[in-house]
């Protein structure tokens, strides 16, 4: 199989993935007749600013009303709503893929504009920042420890890493969080010290100029972050630590160890060039959680990305902010995953040259 | 493969793990029968998300047995109750009946509250009326309360009951006239010009103490033993009043202290136990049996069956479970059964792909291929002869998957998609969360849901992780 050829099922099936999710969205919207209220919600709003241009040129208030009539009959058509939700389908997908879902019902960005897509623009960076900063993290450290652990299979560091790994597993990233924020308040009110803040992303008021405020971001980050890593680097360790494990077991690395080769040099290109990719595998497995997560972790320290968007769209009850969220999350996590995959094909040659 | 089973399980009491897990799995099935047996069935609709069930328990406090750890004593809850009088004086006008509650008070605080309610009036042609008395220890003695139960109704008829269904009750704290009460008995008795608009919402301490300048509240709590005096006057003799309570509010409650509701945590987080352990089970044994009948079905009939199967399930393992959870329960409403088949939905695919890869390998194998040349059927091969191949494995992954289940309704209830009328251990931490019970240090809110949550995942993690040797014999050796 060609490159090519692998790497166009993957798309494929990322793609699927996507229609998938899409479809799912759309006709729950509509069989539960929320699209009805979304639709009627963005004509009612278009009436409206148009009452106000047309009261400034038509003074008859009978008229007025029925040139609103007829523009509203009009928008309805083109909407759709005067079919059933089947048949705007295609339609409904459409304006999801390009999140052309009118405005927010109450949220609003920080320069109060409540466009939808406004709002995505102004989350997204922050919540990539979050999770991206954390991956890397874990990723380095796992690294690290991982290949130490394995060098040292069964001895008690082993075995609390494990454990750590295990518990960690069933150790949700929001509690972790929650327990974090208990643990320097009892700081605060116990030495009079704060050590972190317990949520937002700058303080109140942001301090001025650049450093100082890069700082205050550094500092509101840390928690989330240092939360993140905590709960992912037990499993991603062990991880590591078992594939650089079963590898070292294989021949070929007792023949480069018979040939002499200094021993950083066998665990660099024999080992790891080899643990690569099924370490990759973890990594692209572990991303699903990662992605879907930040909702959680976000809400807990009031970080405002997109899954605390997520929080605020459930609490005031708007859909058309869910469904752009639900897409993008959904987008997110293929785009990642195409791009592992693709790293997948230049870390594993089996791939490419089977 | 009843063999196979029990060699499974006897595998999974050796290792440690295993029997730790399966220690924290039994003592959790023995809280759940005690929760459904002591609870009522529709406990959430009924009880915990009723306000008036929770109405004479303290708000926010910690735990009873946080008190042994402090240097001040602090007030006990205690709710005293009478049905029976303890006096009746007989005129020639009035029965007069006295309902005299004892209450032993050796604490350095003044109560957080109290509460006075009356139960199941009845009288025959005009009402009775009430009247609330504190006795102190130092002889004084504070009239708090007076009641004029309900005159008749026009169309109503004689004998009237009132305070039936609903008891009659008063907040005393906050009742402005019992704080007028109070301030007269200040003024009376020692003299301190206390204004009574200054005592409403702090009448327990000028009850339950003496005017002292150099503390800080202006009182100072006086300990000994207090009487409460409920006394009706009723014009018959056939009048009655079914109970009378007075409640004590204490600064700490039960084994797990309360939340802003005075909600008794305790019982919210023993009913979570069955409400986790179903979600988790459930979920778990059904992806199990849709996943293992497709992913056999799939590895061994090949073809376009086959492809079909992992094509679809390809497409649903990839897709990302917690935003398509939030939205799925936020369009369609929080319902825990709603909740418990989007997990089974999204949870069969990936067990399809493992068991398929798995059959792939057993399938050119020699007990296969022999069953297939004496002309056994194709279900019969993958019932009778597969499937037993993969049984352990199969049970290992059904207690791999079931804390992933628990953790991810955890997570909807924690951000306001539970179901409202099945308490869970996520929405006890989801109203602790959104009330700030974080942010002000209530531990006893915050800490012990999430704690059970990990318990009850790590269990099954547990377990799983002791089962490991049997479904890779390869580790068996490894372990020295």
């Known amino acids: 199989m060609s490159i090519a050829k692998t790497l166009a099922i993957r798309g494929a099936t990322l793609v699927g993935v996507l229609f ?32 106000q241009g047309l009261a400034q040129t038509i003074r008859d208030a009978d008229r007025l009303e029925a040139a609103l009539r007829d523009h509203r009959q009009e928008l309805e058509a083109s909407y759709g709503l005067d079919r059933p939700w089947y048949s705007r389908l295609p339609q409904m997908i459409g304006r999801v893929i390009r ?96 050590v972190f803040p317990p949520g937002g992303m700058y303080s109140a008021p942001p301090p001025e100029g650049g450093l100082p405020r890069l700082l205050d971001l550094l500092w509101h980050a840390a928690l989330p972050v240092i939360t993140l890593t905590l709960i992912s680097v037990g499993s991603w360790t062990y991880v590591v630590r078992t594939m650089v494990m079963n590898t070292a077991q294989e021949d070929f690395v007792t023949v480069a160890r018979a040939k002499g080769l200094p021993e950083s040099a066998v665990m660099r ?68 995953r195409f791009t592992l995959e693709v790293l997948y094909i230049v870390v594993d040659p089996r791939v490419r040259y089977s | 493969m009843r063999e196979r089973l029990r060699a499974t399980l006897s595998e999974l009491l050796t290792s440690t793990t295993g029997k730790v897990g399966v220690a924290f799995l039994a003592v959790m099935v ?57 006096e009746t004086r007989e005129s020639t006008r009035f029965v007069e009946r006295v309902y005299a509650l004892d209450l032993d008070f ?93 005592l409403i919402g702090r009448v327990d301490e000028a009850v339950f103490g003496t005017p002292d300048a150099a503390s800080e509240s202006g009182f100072r709590p006086l300990q000994g033993e207090y009487r409460v005096l409920v006394t009706a006057r009723f014009r018959d003799e056939a009048d009655s009043i079914g109970r009378v309570r007075f409640v004590v509010g204490g600064s700490q409650f039960g084994l797990m202290g309360t939340d802003s509701l005075g909600r008794d945590l305790a019982r919210g987080l023993v009913f979570g136990f069955p409400v986790a352990l179903t979600i988790g089970l459930l979920t778990a044994i059904m992806a199990t049996v849709i996943g293992t009948t497709l992913g056999i079905i799939s590895g061994y009939t090949g073809g376009k069956t086959d492809i079909g199967i992992q094509r679809f399930s390809d497409v649903l393992s990839n897709i990302p479970l917690l935003p398509i959870l939030l939205f799925l329960a936020f369009i369609l409403g929080q319902k825990l059964w709603i909740v418990i088949a989007i ?91 959104r009330t700030g019970a974080v942010y002000v240090g209530y531990w006893w809110w915050v800490f012990p849901p999430g704690l059970l949550i990990v318990l009850t995942a790590l269990t099954f993690v547990l377990i799983a992780l002791g089962m490991e040797r049997v479904v890779d014999p390869r580790l068996r050796t490894v372990r020295q």
């Open chain 1, 269 to 336: 290109s024999h080992i790891l060039r080899v643990a690569a990719p099924p370490i990759l595998t973890g990594l692209i497995l572990g991303l699903a959680s990662s992605v879907g997560g930040a909702i959680l972790t976000e809400t807990v320290f009031n970080w405002p990305g997109m899954g605390r968007l997520y929080y605020d769209a459930i609490l005031s009850v708007d859909e058309s902010v869910v469904v752009a969220l639900t897409f993008m999350f959904t987008l997110i996590y293929v785009t990642a």
């Open chain 1, 20 to 51: 998938a999710v899409l479809v799912m969205v759309v006709v729950t919207l509509g069989a539960t007749g929320f699209s009805d209220r979304m639709l009627t919600a963005i004509v009612n709003e278009e009436v409206r600013g148009l009452r």
């Open chain 2, 30 to 86: 023995l809280i759940s029968i005690y929760a459904l047996t002591a609870n009522p069935v529709d406990f959430g609709d009924r009880l915990w998300n009723n306000p008036a069930a929770w109405a004479d328990n303290p708000k926010n406090v910690p735990p009873a047995w946080t008190g042994l750890f402090q240097s001040t004593r602090p007030v006990t809850h205690s709710v005293l109750e009478a049905t029976e009088p303890t």
């Open chain 2, 106 to 198: 050796p604490y350095d605080e003044a109560p957080t509250f109290t509460s006075f309610s009356l139960e199941d009036v009845t009288y025959q042609e005009r009402p009775p009326s009430v009247s609330l008395e504190v006795a102190r220890p130092d002889g004084r003695t504070v009239s708090l309360y007076r009641l004029a139960v309900p005159a008749p109704r026009a169309g109503e008829s004689p004998p009237y009951s009132r305070y039936e269904s609903t008891p009659f009750r008063v907040h005393l704290t906050g009742e402005p006239s019992v704080a007028g009460e109070a301030a007269a008995f200040l003024r009376e008795e020692f003299g301190a010009g206390a204004q009574g608009g200054s």
């Open chain 1, 99 to 194: 999140l052309d879902l009118g405005e927010a019902r109450t949220l609003k960005t920080a320069e109060g504009s409540s466009s939808i897509t406004a709002l995505l623009r102004e989350r997204l960076p922050r919540t990539m920042m979050l999770v991206t900063t954390a991956s890397f993290i874990t990723a380095c450290l796992g690294l690290f420890f991982g290949v130490k652990l394995a060098t040292r299979v069964g001895s008690r560091s082993d075995r609390v890493a494990s454990l750590f790994a295990a518990t960690s597993n069933a150790l949700p990233a929001w509690w972790a969080g929650i327990l974090l924020i208990l643990l320097t308040y009892v700081i605060l009110s116990t030495f009079g010290v704060r």
């Open chain 2, 343 to 433: 997990l089974i939905l999204f949870g069969w695919p990936g067990m399809t792909i493992v068991i398929r890869s798995m059959v792939l390998q057993v399938r050119s194998g020699q007990l296969v291929e022999a069953s297939a040349a004496l002309g056994a059927s194709r279900w019969r091969i993958m019932l009778r002869h597969i499937f037993p191949q993969m049984a352990p494995f199969v049970f290992a992954q059904m207690i791999f998957f079931t804390p992933a289940a628990i953790l991810a309704e955890a997570g909807l209830s924690f951000l306001g998609l539970g179901d409202p009328s099945i308490p869970t251990w996520g929405q006890i931490l989801d109203q602790g969360f």
